[in-house]
């Protein structure tokens, strides 16, 4: 195609989807993918978001590991100090017990230590442990003499103790020493400011090695923040789009369906041609539908005369009123069956000629007095029905006006044509009414009105007499 054409088919194009119409199916597949295409997104980003959660509660647990771990070192290794200094001055041999529990079994600084290593990954971080543990086992060993001295001073028999502790013989300067001069050498060793210094030393290499935990972890934390609130701001407008896209596609079912419809209905029940307006599909319904009614409105027509239409009266027959009273919407429509008074009298007296004459007067009286949509039938040698179209039990005033006009024609009779009277019953139509039914609340109207008398009209559940 040469680019002169392409504007031709761009127009053609245009003038096509005016004509007939937008697809419904292509709209709702388009609208349809565009919505599962959002839905995935945002699923996709509200399982990231979650992930994030959960690495922002491991963050934080980790977080609160790495300062219960290094408060763990600190306790214990003030806990071993306090155990070990107060066997050496007090003798008491509990307190050397409880120093060696924590040293061999217990081992909270140990595990602390182990588990700091554990959550770190800086370089940084796993040299400031080492430098900790490192003075931790140079004061252990301080420690270790400083026991195996009081123990010796206070004659205490050292294989009762571990072999760490017998291992750690003083040096031969302290060999000659008195037992009262080891003891105090024991509580040299752990009181000096050497001891002190290296406990600060491991004190603050942990502060560090924390500090430089917290500093990875805050930072990490930061950085999922961050993370967070971008997938947020798009969750949020996944969402909006998503709520548009519904709306987009409520005002589309209501633009190109539900308006046409029902703009439909009010045509279908006037018996009109329904506008193609809408969706293209929409549009195809209705023009067969237009084609469907004309069809059937000539068909009407053309129904053969004799076979739907009383010879005598011309109104139509039995068959004609069966037809009618199956194909119409009786929900919003009333029945009226109207009954000769002594028509058989009328006959004896007057002779057949007569009475068809009769029955012509009372078929163009109740024909002229009622509209072209009402639908007038003989069904009956002197009994005549009349189906009215569209009319409900608010309009009963008008169905009486129509009854005592057709009585007033039937009572003249300079025409030659014995005067007659008639009963009538009435019944309207109901929410999901039968033709069987409505005929027999017509009946019994009917049968109401003879019993009063006759020459009156009765409606079915709408008198009070």
Known sequence: MNEKDKPKKNEEE?????????????????????????????????????????????????????????????????????????????????????????ITTTKRRDKAIEHLKSISTSPETLKELENAITASRE??????????????????????????????????????????????????????????????????HTKACLNSLLSQIQNSQQDTAEELRTLLLIEHILAVVLMLTILVMVFLNSLLIIRPVRNAVAKIRKEEDIPPEGAYEMRFLAKT???MINTHVQSKKKLN??????????????????????????ETSALMIIDLDYFKGINDQYGHEIGDKVLKKVADAIF?????????????GDEFAVILIHLGPSLRTLVQAKYEAISEKLKDGSDGVPPVTISTGVAFGEYRIGASALFKNADRALYRAKEAGRATIRFHKYNND
């Open 14 to 102: 245009k003038v096509s989807s005016e004509k007939h119409g937008i697809s419904l199916r292509k709209v709702n597949i388009s609208i349809l993918t565009f919505a599962i295409l959002l839905s995935i997104a945002l699923f996709f980003t509200i399982s990231r978001t979650d992930s994030i959660y959960s690495d922002t509660h491991s963050l934080t647990q980790t977080l609160i590991d790495a300062r219960e771990s290094s408060d763990d070192v600190q306790e214990a290794s003030d806990f071993l100090t306090e155990q070990i200094r107060t066997f050496v001055v007090t003798g008491d041999k509990s307190y050397l017990d409880s120093y060696l529990t924590e």
């Open 139 to 204: 004061l252990e060993e301080k420690e270790y003499l400083a026991a195996h001295l009081a123990c010796n001073s206070l004659g205490y028999d050292l294989s009762e103790y571990p072999a760490v502790i017998r291992s750690h013989v003083p040096d031969s300067s302290c060999q000659n020493l008195s037992s009262e001069e080891k003891r105090q050498k024991a509580i040299d060793l752990l009181f000096d400011s050497d001891y002190q210094a290296a406990k600060n030393y491991i004190s603050s």
């Open 289 to 291: 539908y237009n084609l």
């Open 305 to 330: 005369y004799e076979a739907n239409h009383d010879k005598l009266t011309g109104l139509y027959n039995r068959r004609g009123y069966d037809f009618f009273l199956k194909n119409t919407d009786l």
């Open 368 to 380: 002229s007095s009622f509209r072209s949509d009402d639908l007038v039938c003989r069904i009956g």
